[in-house]
C-alpha cells in the first residue's frame, strides 16, 4: 500500500508528498530499498533536484547508499548540474558518452528529454525522443511518453502529440493511467479538446488527474459549459475535488467576465477545507480585475502576503504570477497608483515581459496614455531592455490611440517592423491600423491593410471603423463589399461598423436597407448595439419622430446607449419636449451618468430656459454628479499639450492667446459670427463671445499653429463633442492657414482644410 501510494504522488509530480510517506515509515518499515525505489521513480519522471534532496535526506536519517543508489544519484547530479547551469550542450555531451559507452539506458534517455522540457528546450525534447523511438537497443517506456508529451503540449505540436500517442497505443502503455492523463493534457493544452475527449472516454482507470485536465481544457478555451457539467459530474460520482479543479472553474468564470461568480467559487472552496494555490490566486486576481472588485482584490493581495508571496524578492516563478496579478488587477480597477508601487518595489531583475506589459496596459485603459508611453519608453531603453510581445505593443498602441500619438505610435511601428513579429503579425497589424485610424492618418491604415500578407474579420473591420469615424462612409462600405467578396461573412460586430459609417456620413437609405436585410441577408438577429446605431442614424437626420417609434417597437429593453443617441439628437435639433422624455427614461436606468444630465441642460440653455439649467445643475451637485470637463489636447514639437477651458497654465499661455485673438479677429472680418447659444450660462452675448473664445479646442488649434510647421497638419484630440462655435471658427480658421487641421471629438475625426470640413455637417 505504502509503495502504491509512493508511487502516485511521485507520477502525479508530487514527490514531497512521497517523502511524506516514506517518512511515517522510518524506522520501523524503511529499508534502503524504499529508498531506491523512490529515487528511481523520481529519476525516471525527470524531478533531478529532487533526487538530490532525497540523497541527502537518506543519508541524515542513518540510511547508507548502496550500489543501487550511487547510478541513479550520479546521473541525476550530472544533469542537474548543468542544468541549473544553463548548459545543456554539455548535459547532451554527458548523455552521448554513456550512449557510445553502451551503459546509456531508457533512465538516461528519459532524464536528458525531462531535462530539455524542464529548460524550456521542448524541440530538443522531441528530437531526443524520436532517436530513442528509433534506437532498437532502447524500448521507452511509460516514463518516456509522459516526459515527452508536455514539450508537444508547450509548443501546440498537436500532430507529433498525436504520434506519441499511436506510440502509446502500439506499445501497449496507453492503459497505464499517468500516460493516459498526459496525452489528455497534451491535447487539451493544444486546444483540441474533442480528441481529448474521446482519450478521457476510453480511459478504464481514471484519477482526479484525469479529470482535472478535462476540466481545465474546457476552461481555457471558452467552452465554460462543458468545464462546469463535468465540475458537477466529479460531485456527483464523489470524486474528491482538489485545488487543480475548484481553480479551472474560477479561472473559466475569470475568463468570461464573470468575477463575482468566481468569488463564489472561491468561497465555496474555502469552506471544503482546501488551500489555494498559486494558479487560484491568479484566477482570483483576475476575476476581480474583471469586475473591477478592488476590495476582494485587496483581501487576495492579504490572503497572498499571509500564504505565498516574497515582497521582497519576486525571484521565484510563483511570486512572479501572483505579483503580475495584483499590479494587473490594482491596474483595472483604477488603482494606478497602488500598481505602480509594487512595480518599483520590485527588483529590476524580476520584471519579465508580462510585468511590463499589464502595467503599460493598466495606464492605458483607464486614460493615463502618456504614463503608458513613459513606461513603454522606459522596458525599451539599455538598462530594462525586454522585447515587448504582441500584448505590450497592443498596450503601446492603445495608449497613442488614446492620444492621438502618431510620432509615438510610427516608432512602436517601426520597431515591429525591425524586430518582425511574424507569429502574432496579424494581431500587431490589427493593432496598428486601429492606431492609425484613431490618430488621424487614415490612408497609412489603409496602405498598411493593403500591404498585409494575411488578413482576419479583425483587419477589415477595423479598418471599415477608421473610415467611419473620419467620414468616409462610401469607402467605408466598399471595404465591406471587399470582405464579402474575399469570403468573410460579415457578423453582428461589422455590421454595427457599417451602420455606424452610414450615420457618420448621412447615408440614411443604405443604412435602414442594412438594419432590414440583417436576419435575412446576413442571418444576425438585431442586438440592442445596431439599435442604438439606428436611432442615432435617424436622428442625425432629424427624423426623430422615426428614432422614437424604432425604440418603441424594440423586442429588448432599451438600454441606457439607445437613449443616449435619441438624447443627443434631441440636442442637435433642439427638441426639447422629446429631450426630456429621453433624459427621464436614462436618468432611470443610469442615475449616476453626467453625460444625460449635461446634454439635457444644454438643450435648456439653447432654449434660454435658465431656470430649468439652474434646477439641473442644483440636481447634479445634490447627488454627487460632476460634470466632465472639456479637455483638448494636441501634439507638438516637445510633446503632448493638454488645455482645459480657460487655461493660462501653460509656458506659452500669453502668445497662444494672442495667436487665438488675433485668429477671431481676422475670421471675424469673413463673415464668423459667435453662436453664443453655445455658451451655456445666462450672460450677455459680449460675455458669451468670451466664453467662447477660451474654449479647449481653441486653445489647442492656437498652440499647434505656434509650434507646427508651416504646411504640416495639427492634430488635435478633445475627450467630449466639438463645441458647435468651434467648428465654425475652425472652419473659418482653415481658409486662412496652410495646415490641415485634424480634429477628433468623442463622436468623430473632422478634417478642415480650404474653409471646409470632411463631416459635412453629420456630427
Known sequence: MATSLMGTYIACK??????????????????????????????????LEDVLGLYRKMQRLGWRPDHYTFPFVLKACVVAMYGRCGVLDEARQVFEDLCQRGIGDVVSWNSIVAAYVQSGQANNALKVFGRMTADARICPDAVSIVNTLPACASLGAWSQGKQVHGFAVRSGLVEDVFVGNAIVDMYAKCQMMDEANKVFERMVVK????????????????RFEDALALFEKMWEEKIKLNVVTWSAVIAGYAQRGLGYEALGVFQQMLACGLEPNVVTLVSLLSSCASVGALLHGKETHCYAIKCILNLEGGDSGDDLMVINGLIDMYGKCKSAKVARMMFDLMAPKSRNVVTWTVMIGGYAQHAEANDALELFSKMLGPKNFLKPNAFTLSCALMACSRLGALRCGKEIHAHVFRNQYDSAMVFVANCLIDMYSKSGDIDAARVLFDNMKRRNDVSWTSLMTGYGMHGRGEEALQVFDEMRKAGWVPDGVTLVVALYACSHTGMVEKGIQYFNDMREEFAVVPGVEHYACMVDLLGRAGRLDEALRLIEGMPMEPTPIVWVALLSACRTHSNVKLGEYAAKRLSELESENDGSYTLLSNIYANARRWKDVARIRSLMKHTGIRKRPGCSWVQGKKGTATFFVGDRSHPLSQKIYEILAELIQRIKAMGYIPETSYALHDVDDEEKGDLLFEHSEKLALAYGILTSPEGAPIRITKNLRVCGDCHTAITYISKIIDNEIILRDAS???????????CRGYW
Request: charged share 10%; proline share 3%.
Open 14 to 47: 508530487a514527490p514531497g508528498q512521497a517523502l511524506l510517506v516514506l517518512e511515517r515509515l522510518v524506522p520501523t518499515y524503511s529499508t534502503v530499498f524504499w529508498w531506491n525505489a523512490l529515487i528511481r521513480r523520481a529519476v525516471h519522471l525527470g524531478f
Open 207 to 222: 484519477d482526479v488527474v484525469s479529470w482535472n485536465a478535462m476540466v481545465t481544457g474546457y476552461s481555457q478555451i471558452g
Open 748 to 758: 468623430r475625426f473632422h478634417h478642415f482644410r480650404n474653409g471646409s470640413c470632411s
